[in-house]
């Protein structure tokens, strides 16, 4: 059976946007050897990826090529008027469980789940993540969205896995308990 991952990168204090939803700092990351830390080969093992519409936008706004092309995309918002306007993407305000439910049951590929901050706790309120893969970059940002806005729920998580690269970079798996 498919996973439901959140794949993400985060900063040292637990940032994953700045305060206006920008990613402007993973490119300040000298990486002059262009390692992808480990993103290939995780998406090759993706056949959906979620996300809620403020992802969305901000993905769009980076003024490339749909990056999922190939895959499912849910855009997760409560906004029913919203239409994405990126191949095989499909807007949804479906109950979380059921949505989750029903993809494991026909996807043979993981689910990625791309952010944001809200859709993750919801995520993990809802019992729905399977595995985190946090991407550690060596920056603090001090303000900025955090990666666990308002979870109350305790979860516990086991690490299954290290990665270390030569930018400071540091992949850390956990699956949960």
């Known amino acids: 059976m498919c996973k439901t991952t959140l794949y993400i990168a985060t900063t040292l204090d637990g940032k994953i946007a700045r305060k206006d939803g920008s990613l402007d700092w993973l490119n300040a990351l000298p990486n002059p050897n262009q390692i992808d830390h480990g993103y290939g080969e995780f998406l090759n093992g993706v056949g959906t990826t979620i996300m809620g519409r403020n992802t969305y936008e901000e993905i769009i706004g980076f003024g490339v090529d749909w990056p ?18 990126t191949p ?7 109950n979380l469980t059921d949505l989750i439910n029903e993809l494991k049951k026909k996807s043979e ?8 901050g809200q859709l993750i706790a919801a995520f993990l309120e809802k019992d729905l993540l399977d595995r985190m893969i946090l991407t550690l970059i ?5 303000e900025g969205i955090p990666l666990f806005p308002e979870i109350r ?25």
């Open 138 to 142: 060596p920056n603090t940002l001090g």
């Open 109 to 116: 590929k993981d689910i990625w789940l791309i952010g944001g």
């Open 68 to 85: 999922y092309i190939g895959k499912t995309s849910y855009v997760v918002t409560n906004n029913k008027d919203f239409k994405p306007s």
């Open 153 to 177: 729920k305790e979860v516990l998580w086991t690490l299954t896995k290290v990665e270390q690269f030569e930018t400071g970079v540091v992949n850390l798996t956990y699956d949960r308990k």
């Open 88 to 94: 095989e993407t499909l807007a949804t305000s479906e």
